[in-house]
């Protein structure tokens, strides 16, 4: 009964169906259901001895993707609804139909189908490794064993909402001087393509010797209107291409990565947040009861820099060997003094997934405030940078005319 399931689901493709019918006593029921098509859903509900009165499948809108966020909030959802007593497919039915996202209710229903038909709700989650990684899946599965799925759920909610909202500081402390580097290549290139000519056309009434800032301005917008797809497609394409290799090759990920912690100002604080996601995802597998080998290979997957991954691989290999946690710690030689002392405490006392907790609460703060000093720094600095790109255009646009105004004068 179990190999039935997965061969139909290898060879035929899965919908979901809304189906009413009569049970045995003659009471209306209805529900949904994920099969392969309208004659198994009706030979299913038969076999449960209901009479199907009509079927119908699911169609569901095209909607926004499946984010990080929405599985954080699925997670808090499912866990609030099983820690106030609600069957686990009620539970389901609940927040997959009360969903703003399409692509959520579907996944959310993909899921509970399979939960019906008996599999076990970490093999479910499992189908879908897009969105459910295999720290998630390990941590439901050692819940499910130990009857503590409620508990693993709040965990992996807190887990999931702070990763989540680490992962926002970071981008947004990273996307603010780029957008603002992006708006200032448009205004110059607006000026270059469209300003700059008009006041060519001005400046050949003049009859002078322009200034060399000017010529150099003008010279530039010429090259600008001229080789257009150059300009704007070079830069354009290098970039696709340069995220393209980021996203599929390791050995630009593992470079970019090590880059990354280097840079001034940005590294350190991307270091904060890779060990304050390192100490958390231990921490929160480690008090779930899972071993400390195998919650280091979830660690090193969840890292999220190639540096700290590679350095966890080590220090699962000394752990393994017999070496303590707090040596090996040290050995990778990426983790501050004071991460390994808190982990050394943790280990002696008995209390490592609470010393964890305390490490990545503390880094977690120190990204908000690295953040928010960084921002109020950058603002001025910035101010500054377009200040000075669009203030020489502009000036070098004028100067002709305040060398006729003096020559009149």
């Avoid at 539970?91 to 229903?109: A, E, Q, R, T």
């Avoid at 680490?166 to 270059?192: E, H, R, W």
């Avoid at 899972?290 to 700290?308: Q, R």
Wanted: glycine content about 8%; some cysteine; proline content about 4%.
């Amino acid at each position: 009964m179990a190999t039935a399931p997965t061969k139909t689901t290898n060879t035929v493709k899965d919908f979901i169906y809304s189906w009413e019918g009569r049970d045995k006593a003659g009471k209306q029921v209805k529900g949904e259901i994920r099969a392969g098509g309208e004659n198994i859903v009706s030979a299913t509900l038969r076999r449960q001895g209901i009479l199907v009165t009509k079927v119908k499948k699911k169609s569901y809108s095209t909607g926004q993707k499946v984010t990080e966020k929405d599985i954080a909030l699925f997670t808090r959802q499912l866990a609030t609804m099983m820690k106030a007593g609600v069957p686990l497919l009620q539970s389901f039915d609940i927040v997959g139909k009360g969903h703003s996202n399409p692509s959520v209710s579907k996944l959310i229903m993909e899921i509970r189908g399979d939960v019906e038909t008996g599999t076990s709700l970490s093999q479910a989650f499992r189908k879908f490794p897009l969105y459910f990684d295999p720290l998630f899946c390990n941590l439901v599965g050692a819940g499910e064993q130990a009857g503590i799925l409620e508990d693993l759920l709040t965990r992996l909610a807190i887990y999931k909402e702070k990763t989540v909202a680490m992962k926002a500081k970071i981008k947004g402390a990273l996307m603010y001087p780029v957008s603002i580097i992006g708006v200032a290549f448009v205004v110059t290139a607006v000026i270059m393509v469209w300003v700059v000519p008009a006041f060519k056309e001005v400046f050949k009434s003049f009859g002078a010797d322009l200034p060399a800032p000017t010529l150099i301005v003008m010279g530039v917008s010429d090259f600008t209107v001229k080789y257009w797809y150059l300009v704007f497609g070079i830069p354009g394409a290098g970039l696709y291409l340069f995220f393209q290799a980021w996203q599929r090759s390791l050995e630009v990920q593992r470079f970019m990565d090590k880059l990354l912690l280097k840079l001034p100002i940005f590294g350190e604080i991307i270091r904060k947040a890779t060990i304050a996601r390192w100490t958390r995802t231990l921490a929160t597998m480690f008090a779930a009861g899972v071993p400390l080998v195998e919650s280091l290979d979830s660690v090193a997957g969840a890292a999220g820099n190639a540096v700290y991954g590679d350095a966890t691989i080590r220090i699962q290999n000394e752990v393994t060997s017999g070496t303590s946690l707090t040596i090996a710690m040290q050995n990778s030689d990426v983790f501050p003094n004071m991460v390994t002392q808190m982990v050394s405490i943790g280990e002696e006392s008995g209390s490592l997934d609470g010393m964890l907790g305390k490490v990545a609460d503390f880094y977690e703060e120190e990204v908000d405030e690295a953040v928010a000093s960084m921002s109020a720094l950058m603002e001025p600095l910035i101010m500054v940078f377009l200040g000075v790109i669009i203030g020489a255009l502009v000036v070098a646009m004028y100067l002709p005319i305040f060398k006729l105004g003096a020559v009149v004068g």
